[in-house]
């Protein structure tokens, strides 16, 4: 059976097509008080709908993504498969260690020039 604007509360709304799948669930509700419904779904499911909500059901690859696995850079680009790549400080967090070293080296060089300054300026 095919939809029609009469008996359908779907017609003519893009949503019923989305890539995100909370609209997707969203407006599926929306067809539980169609009269078509069960007919819609079938149809959709002898058709081999690949997306878009049909009779309720939401058709196609619309999934959550997974849990990702572990990083393999750091947004710097450094390698962090690297046995002892990987710096937890003290307090939990998880930081590259080439990027850890280089913010420490940073932070003792500031503290150097202004030690550095304060004496040179004093001096003077």
């Given at each position: 059976m095919r939809r029609t604007p009469e008996s359908t509360p779907c017609?003519?709304?893009p949503e019923f097509t989305?890539?995100?799948r909370e609209v997707l669930l969203r407006v599926a509700m929306v067809c539980f008080h169609c009269p078509i419904r069960v007919a819609c779904?079938?149809?959709?499911?002898?058709r081999g709908e690949q997306f878009g909500v049909w009779g309720g059901k939401v058709f196609g690859g619309h999934k959550k993504p997974g849990p990702k696995g572990p990083r393999s850079h750091c947004q710097r680009g450094h390698d962090l498969t690297v046995e002892g790549a990987v710096y937890v400080s003290p307090r939990g967090d998880r930081e590259c260690r080439t990027c850890a070293?280089?913010?420490s080296a940073r932070r003792w060089r500031r503290i150097a020039e202004a030690k550095f300054n304060s004496l040179n300026g004093a001096n003077q």
């Open positions: 017609q003519g709304r989305s890539d995100d779904r079938e149809g959709a499911e002898a070293n280089a913010r």
